[in-house]
């Protein structure tokens, strides 16, 4: 058989390792696929210094690639969303298929990327969107396909993890890490996506609607960043049995269904707890086979690349194949997602993690307890920590750490208003959730 | 599109559970496969008091399931390799695609039916033979795809590894803890293929071919049981920062393929040493990706159903599918297998654990280390251990406990030969051999 032919755009570190993986593996690949993948045209809009795809065709117009005549499926690996989204739009209309690594583009615009992909016979593939390479969409859509799944949770922000894991084990404060990550080249040079969470909301907006059947949601993902976490939280969940991940958590309710992205406390005797630096690792709880558990490196020139051309593979064994019997995009037929709502916040519950500073004299711990308790909100438990004191206006000051049972965030909200509105108590509550994760392992 | 037809022979645990999660998640089937999924006709030799699939026709021939003109797909789960391999050879010859849980089937027959299918234009589907629930054959051959894969490492028998992990907590002997694991339905009647390493190493054959690329071998295996180990050696491991778990591993080398299933130390902060009970977890290195893992439910009903019906989805969307242009069976086309020769254990090299029972005088230390060190065996940790010194025939004999670095296997027996005939010792020396498969986790 021919060999397919691909139209590479973008050839920063993943369209590179996509290059040399295509090169180094191609008679392993050819074996698999019954046939070679050749790439015919790579986009790049200006030379690099630290490529040159010689004797490869060079286009410096990626939306020529997506028009040209040469090319079968266009791999869409130059991020952003703009030119991103008008490359896979024109590469559909032109009746091509599309593998793509962008998790922003999936999440944000995959409802009408789909939708064309479906009214033009195309198959949109995008494995490399969500946790690098880990297997893990293939996993969701195909392997567990018998399955009702009712939850997962993972870490599949690789630069959080790293922050928060080097602020446990070097003892040292986020803006610190995260300097010093930005020297290593493990964080952006603007790393807002990854440490507010948003680059993780984009991967878990994918991740639920192919768990839940239901449409991609962007919009209602909540998301809180791991900036506000300090070395002595850090500290004190140690001493409590906990770690703080940079946890993604989606489930299904009676209510409707949960999207999360927050700092979270886990138990540390949980592998996922134990998940450090760039590794990304994501458990899923469904009706039929229980716990199943997927990890492996969640970013990277390679691991991207990985999952790229693992795409590729399905795209070109489903060329022949009828429209209708490929996966579905979103794991459900199309015409068989479900309107189920996601929930807000304020009706999620979840146990918290609280620190409070507050006067250190008697009565003020009851005054506490009882405003919590105001809210049906019950204590696991208190520590307070003496060797913590400090004197300010010639009054003692001391932080109180609390480990509470599942509350509503709804009423959690009020008794922590309550709370930063007594005298005895100064500034925010620091409140982080706790998730006990269990999976037997 | 109409339903498709499934004739389902086999109603034990699995069977029984595959019945009711087809009707159990009829609805989410249907909304991801765009069809239903009907069973048909059950076959089954006689009636059960624990299942009555009224009112689903019953065949009491299961032959006649395979010839049934209502049968789209064959759903083989009566186990055994003789009345199996007919059923599935006469459904492929009827023109029928399979799906099946038997590993020994597919181990010691898949590449006859391979090739039976491959002529016939059908496939033959059988993620539920490894790992029970864990999707990992979907993993290995379609989301690795890219990958040339080094090796794989993995607990994917439930028995053994119950069997270790109980018997290290419960400080208590194997036939003990297997003779309670076989009251409480753990462990089957007879335990054989499960504590001898032999269903272990069906698993480990198809998961070798799948990595590699090579016509399945099972008489290549080698395969070591659990039964010798003795709670002393649980404790010596531990002591050692060992866990002894019942592993099976391949490894591409130069020379051939290892294919080995054996108890084995594994460093006790790894994952893999800290699963437990049934549950299996598979770590696979591969050039590209780096180091995955995969882990989850490795036995029992809801989890291998999981799979069957994984497989029929998958099947199901093949259909239509030229047949060139579905997944390979062993995952590179039939006609791109390898010849690459397994090699025998004598050319394997491993690091090893010893217990040598010598007499506690001078210089039997200084003559068990000489001839090691004929060998080129180097000694990494050496304990001997006084506190377990016993009498015997008015001489003081005592437990000397070695950790080596890596070498031959030919030279380990020619050095424990040599030792063994020492009058010094006594008995043969316990010999465990030590993996230490780092991947971060």
């Avoid at 893990?136 to 567990?144: M, S």
């Avoid at 998940?275 to 994501?282: C, E, F, I, L, R």
């Avoid at 969640?298 to 693992?310: D, E, F, I, L, R």
């Amino acid at each position: 058989m021919e060999a397919v032919r691909i139209g590479l755009c973008g050839v920063g570190t993943v369209g590179q390792a996509v290059f040399a993986v295509l090169e180094r593996n191609a008679s392993e690949i050819t074996r698999r696929a019954g046939r070679g993948i050749d790439v015919s045209v790579v986009g790049m809009r200006h030379d690099r210094d630290d490529f040159d795809p010689a004797p490869v065709r060079v286009e410096r117009d990626v939306l020529a690639v997506a028009r040209d005549p040469d090319v079968d499926i266009l791999v869409e690996l130059i991020g952003g969303v703009t030119t991103a989204r008008e490359l896979v739009l024109t590469a559909i209309a032109e009746g091509k298929h599309v593998v793509t690594a962008n998790k922003a583009l999936i999440a944000e615009y995959g409802n009408e990327i789909f939708a064309a992909a479906h009214e033009h016979g195309v198959n949109v593939a995008f494995e490399a969107a969500v946790a690098g390479g880990i297997p893990l969409i293939k996993a969701l859509r195909e392997g567990l396909a018998a399955n009702r799944i009712n939850w997962l949770a993972g870490i599949i922000n690789g630069t959080s993890n790293y922050v928060l894991s080097e602020m446990r084990v070097a003892d040292r404060e986020f803006a610190d890490v995260l300097a010093e990550a930005q020297r290593l080249g493990y964080a952006e040079a603007d790393p807002t996506f990854d440490v507010d969470g948003i680059d993780a909301a984009h991967k878990l907006t994918i991740l639920a609607s192919i768990a839940f059947g239901v449409p991609l949601q962007f919009a209602a993902a909540y998301t809180e960043g791991i900036g506000h976490i300090t070395r002595e939280d850090i500290a004190y969940a140690d001493e409590l049995g906990y770690r703080i991940k940079p946890l993604a958590l989606t489930r299904r309710t009676e209510q409707g269904i949960e999207l999360r992205v927050h700092p979270t406390l886990v138990p540390a005797r949980q592998l996922l707890a134990n998940v450090d630096g760039v590794m990304n690792a994501v458990l899923v709880h469904s009706d039929t086979v229980g716990p199943t558990l997927f990890y492996g490196p969640g970013a990277g020139g390679g691991p991207t690349a990985s999952s790229v051309v693992a795409d590729l593979l399905d795209v070109v064994r489903g060329i022949t194949a009828h429209p209708n019997q490929r996966v579905p995009h979103l794991a459900f037929q199309p015409d068989a997602l479900s309107d189920v709502p996601f929930l807000p916040m304020s009706e999620v519950s979840s146990a918290y993690y609280l620190r409070i500073f507050a006067q250190d004299r008697p009565g003020v711990l009851a005054r506490v307890a009882t405003l919590l308790s105001e809210q049906k909100i019950s204590i696991e438990a208190l520590i307070q920590k003496e060797q913590a004191i400090r004197e300010i206006d010639e009054e003692a000051w001391v932080p109180i750490i609390i480990l509470t049972h599942r509350v509503k965030e709804a009423h959690m909200e009020r008794a922590l208003h309550a709370i930063e509105s007594l005298d005895e108590t100064r500034g925010r509550v620091m409140r982080i959730r706790v998730e006990s994760l269990d999976a037997g392992l």
